[in-house]
């Protein structure tokens, strides 16, 4: 799954909880993942993980648990839309809403909008550390916008947050 350009797909309506709790689509390090759109799947729409991949300009959205989440060094993340998660009601201190990150590091996260996701817009859960988050916009999530828990040195600018709510309990 290493070295893969992924263009203008659209990916719908994965079933993979009867096999595993993952994503229905995931790639590895220095991959491209552009235009495409990915929903209704049953449970995490797209997982990253890997070094130095390219995922822009995508939409996650509706999908059971979680849109988008991942790992890895040096990935760039931008334009990407991710709406609308989180439609199987699953707790919200788990994988869900937006998407939940662990391990990222020294990442670019440009332009990227989470709204409508049923808990955090983004979750970045440990270890996430020398990310730069760059005129994004959190809104409308039932949940915190950008949820950031033991991940410190991270730099926010210009980002916009808006209408998002208290996290509902699980």
């Known amino acids: 799954k290493e070295h893969l350009v ?24 220095h991959c491209v993942f552009e235009n495409n759109l990915v929903s209704w799947c049953d449970y ?5 993980s890997g070094d130095k991949s390219i995922i822009r300009n995508n939409i996650f959205a509706y999908n ?13 993340i931008e334009d990407n839309k991710v709406l ?7 707790d919200t201190f788990n994988t869900n809403g937006g998407g939940k990150w662990v391990y990222l590091k020294n990442s ?3 332009r990227h909008e989470a709204a409508y996701n049923i808990g ?4 970045l859960d440990i270890d996430n550390t020398g990310n730069l ?15 950031i828990e033991i991940s410190p ?4 600018r210009n980002c916009v947050f808006a209408y998002n709510t208290e996290m509902p309990g699980g």
């Not at 995490?44 to 990253?48: D, L, N, S």
């Not at 955090?120 to 979750?123: K, P, T």
């Open 133 to 147: 988050f760059e005129s994004c916009y959190f809104h409308h999530n039932h949940g915190d916008g950008l949820f």
């Open 6 to 29: 992924i263009q203008g797909f659209q990916w719908r309506h994965a079933n993979t909880r009867n096999l595993t709790n993952w994503s229905a689509l995931g790639v590895g390090g």
């Open 64 to 76: 059971g648990a979680a849109g988008i989440g991942g790992r890895g060094n040096e990935h760039l």
């Open 120 to 123: 955090s817009g983004m979750w």
């Open 84 to 90: 609308y998660n989180n439609q199987d009601r699953h």
């Open 108 to 110: 670019i996260i440009r």
């Open 44 to 48: 995490i729409g797209f997982y990253v």
């Open 153 to 156: 040195n991270n730099v926010i």
